[in-house]
């Protein structure tokens, strides 16, 4: 029997989505004292490079970070891999480094385990977790608490949006700017502006109701919501959507788009927007379904499902902002197909891998 669709507003994943802009809030108020001190800490250290570890989401939050380290803070930034110090037993050499743990819980056993070797080697060692009390946070030199609030829905939301505007914070401390504060002061409203200019999102989302693959393209800063974007797709909806930046798309998986295929194109204004725009003529040449999100009425205006982003916010701050409309699409997918984005099958809120 086919299921009927579901209100995607009476479920907690989009009550919480929409609690972002108080997170966010929170967030700014009591967490700038810890990442000025972590800030300074890392001054001192003087590090060689940064080392993220991470798991799901917040290996999302890494990749942005590798961004936003990189391009503010001309830092060399890489992504731990756990299972080198678990599974495989041999740590790389962390003595030079700053080792920067993202975990929403702060009890994944394998990302425990890479702050842990930080420690033994001397690395200073810092922690950005929604639970002040975990193994993760009492383990670390430093913790910034998340400050995101219990969240109820398995597929996360504003501890996402909380983690990127922790690295936010933490790279404005490495160097400060009163323009910089005005523009993280400012992403509270601009995330509220989302759920008005996107009131008939349920609406985009019916057409979608039967299709099983995606992809969703994004580049720069925002490769990291491309990322996050699929995996929230997969959790709520069981369908295949793959993540890739505008580059590697052309670089083989471009040969995947047919007639009726759906692809996400994230194109917030920046460095890379006529990157990512300029897929738009191949996707209607093969005669794609198309669903943007962007702030710049042109390029919405050439894709069949428009989803608006606020103007005004900057490129470095644009995946705390583009994420939520890619949320509530994707809550609003689950809805139509009969699904709860609450309950995704087969998984639970904390995972602990090794």
Known sequence: MEQAPLPASSSHFSAEIHEQPAALARLLERGQETARRMAEAIRRADPAFLVIAARGSSDNAGRYARYLFGIHNRMVVTLATPSLFTLYQAPPDLRRSVVLAISQSGEAPDILAVVEAGKEQGALTLAVTNEASSPLAGEADFCLELEAGHERAIAATK???????????????????????????????????VFRLNTRIDDSATRF??????????????????????????????????????????????????EGFPAILLAPSGAVFDDVASLLDILAERKAEVIGISDRNDFLARTPTALGLPAGVPEWLSPIVSIVPGQLWA???????????????????VTRTR
């Open 209 to 258: 109701r039967y299709a099983n693959h995606f992809v969703v393209i994004g580049r720069g800063y925002n490769y990291a919501t491309a990322f996050e974007l699929a995996l929230k797709i997969k959790e709520t909806s069981y369908v295949v959507a793959e993540p890739y930046s505008s580059a590697d798309f052309l670089h083989g998986p471009v040969a995947l788009i047919e």
């Open 159 to 193: 501890t996402y949006s909380n983690q990127l505007l922790a690295m936010a914070l933490l790279s404005t401390a490495l160097d400060p700017s009163a323009d910089l504060r005005r523009e993280l002061a400012a992403l509270p409203s601009q995330v509220e502006q």
């Open 331 to 349: 809550g609003a997918l689950a809805g139509v197909r009969g699904l709860d984005p609450d309950q995704p099958r087969g998984l639970h809120k």
